[in-house]
């Protein structure tokens, strides 16, 4: 009578166990919400395209520019014109810096809007 006792017990704990791992499955990242707090990937993808255009605009042979063009250089502040606080802009960046499969696809999209702006010869 004990041992069927024991049996059943041993029987109920394994159950509940095994029901324990199985159901504690991981969420994949590309469904995990992105929180209130972070930027979302469109508004992401937005300021590092400015971001890196005003990288490459500081590279500009200041000589060969004239008037307000010149002007237009130096007053460039891609968070600024996006309407985003710069703690925000850093605290996304640290979410996305730990969700690499989605920050790999926010740079493949920011890289695919350079490139259509290269091939343009002009920005939007």
């Known amino acids: 009578m004990l ?6 017990t041993n029987l109920i ?7 324990f791992l199985f159901s504690c499955k ?4 590309e469904d995990e919400v992105v929180p209130e707090t972070v930027l979302s990937e469109e ?7 400015d971001i ?3 990288e490459g605009a500081s ?3 200041v000589k060969a520019v004239t008037g307000e ?9 891609p968070l600024k014109d996006n309407h985003i606080e710069r703690s925000k802009f850093d605290s996304s960046m640290v979410y ?12 493949d999209k920011v890289l695919d809007k350079l490139s259509v702006i290269q091939a343009k010869g002009k920005l939007e």
């Open 3 to 8: 041992t069927l006792h024991l049996m059943r």
């Open 59 to 61: 590279g500009i042979n």
């Open 96 to 107: 996305y810096t730990r969700h690499p499969k989605k920050l790999k696809i926010i740079y």
């Open 69 to 77: 063009k010149f002007d237009s250089a130096y007053i460039f502040n």
């Open 13 to 19: 704990k394994l159950f509940i166990l095994s029901f």
């Open 26 to 29: 991981p969420v994949k990242e």
């Open 52 to 54: 890196y255009l005003a």
């Open 43 to 49: 508004q992401l993808i937005q300021v590092l395209t």
